[in-house]
Every structure is written in structure tokens, then in C-alpha cells.
């Protein structure tokens, strides 16, 4: 199994781009990139493009 806590985040990123069908994969590396931003900013999901 990859260890996803050794990877950098532009691995991670290349990761997520590979293994985008396969949900339980594609949810472990999105999970593990998010757990490394310490303040990360939440955009409800109905707001506009323009204005994030």
C-alpha cells in the first residue's frame, strides 16, 4: 500500500489526477492533503465562482 503521509503535495496532487475513479483512494490522498492545511478556507457549495 502507498503511504500517503511520506508523499509530497505535488505527489499527492499526481495521485488524486491518477486514481480519480477509484473513490477509495481518490478519498484517502484528498484527506491526507487537506489534514496539511492548517487554516484551509470552506466555500459553501450554492456560492458563485466569482465570488470565491
Do not use: G, V
Not at 499526481?14 to 481518490?26: A, H, V
Request: charged fraction near 25%; proline fraction near 6%; avoid cysteine.
Amino acid at each position: 500500500m502507498t503511504d500517503l503521509k511520506q508523499m509530497t503535495a505535488i505527489q499527492l496532487k499526481q495521485y488524486l489526477s491518477d486514481y480519480r475513479s477509484d473513490d477509495e483512494k481518490f478519498n484517502a490522498a484528498l484527506s491526507e492533503l487537506l489534514s496539511r492545511e492548517s487554516n484551509p478556507t470552506i466555500y459553501p457549495a450554492n456560492m458563485p465562482l466569482e465570488e470565491m
